[in-house]
Nanobody, 123 residues
């Protein structure tokens, strides 16, 4: 099992930027994919961005292409979500996630979830 702890959410104006962090511990070697989901009020949780370490491949939801990026600090077992050009429709609770593969991440088959962090974008 992988334990995930997120930080970095908050309130930002439209057009601004935020960076979320996700510190991983435990059996991190069992998860080839790390990513971020979000859930807005009244909506289903959706995958925003995900990365496969073995494939070196990144998946982006259409809504965030060109604005969001994912990166990691291997030494600190930490994954980052950089969000630029934020829009009010990006407002949601953001969840860090770990999965066996990029395919399983995209299909919602997640092994571990973070506790969630609120991101609010004001217009």
């Amino acid at each position: 099992q992988v334990q995930l702890v997120e930080s970095g959410g908050g309130l930002v104006q439209a057009g601004g930027s935020l960076r979320l962090s996700c510190a991983a511990s435990g059996r991190t070697f069992s998860s080839d994919a790390m990513g971020w989901f979000r859930q807005a009020p009244g909506k289903e949780r959706e995958v925003v961005i995900a990365y496969s370490w073995s494939l070196g491949s990144t998946y982006y939801a259409d809504s965030v292409k060109g604005r969001f990026t994912i990166s990691r600090d291997t030494a600190k077992n930490t994954v980052f979500l950089q969000m630029n050009a934020l829009k009010p429709e990006d407002t949601a609770v953001y969840y860090c996630a770990a999965a066996r593969t990029l395919w399983s991440m995209k299909s919602g088959s997640v092994d571990s979830w973070g506790q969630g962090t609120q991101v609010t974008v004001s217009s």
